[in-house]
């Protein structure tokens, strides 16, 4: 079977430095941020997503920035946890409006617990084979933003990776693929924007 590769990034909104470390440090001061999604609640296995993140301006311009990110994924017999450090650069290109690059760099622990899956006791291939890979990951983006608009494109898995989960498994287990991302925020009357 084919299917989703990363987690589904529904509160993406509440913190963009879960899709483009070049967010980091957007907003000029110290920014903390958890964010909780539990999808299909009441059945076994849904998906189940947590993330942590904090970053920050480092200079007195606000012009560098550094952060951090943890996140867990976990969906049936799988979790996946990735734990990054990021960094960016904002350059200013008019009076109100930005261009920022950013970096990120750490790692993902992919585990799949096979043994829990129910039926399955019998099948040699998984009967006992609980597997965990430890592997680095690099992602890269640009933000172009000001207070009214932004636009932002990333690719937080820049190299192709390979795992084997299960012994006859053919392909790269991890493509890169990439996020864009806009927004314009219009202001409309009685303090509604």
Known sequence: GWGQQQILNTQYVFNRLLINPAYTGIGG???????????????????????????????????????????????GVTTQTGVYITGAYALKVSDKTFLSFGLQGGFLNDQSNFSELEGFADDPLFATDNRSVFRPNFGAGVYLFDDRYHLGISVPNLFEQRFEQIAFQEGADVYPFVYLDAGYLFYLKNGWT
Do not use: C, M
């Open 29 to 75: 001061q110290l920014q903390a941020s958890f964010l909780y999604r539990k999808q299909w609640s009441g059945i076994e296995g849904a998906p189940n997503t947590q993330v942590l993140s904090i970053h920050s301006p480092i200079n007195h311009d606000k012009t560098a920035s550094i952060g951090g990110i943890v996140i867990r994924d976990e969906i």
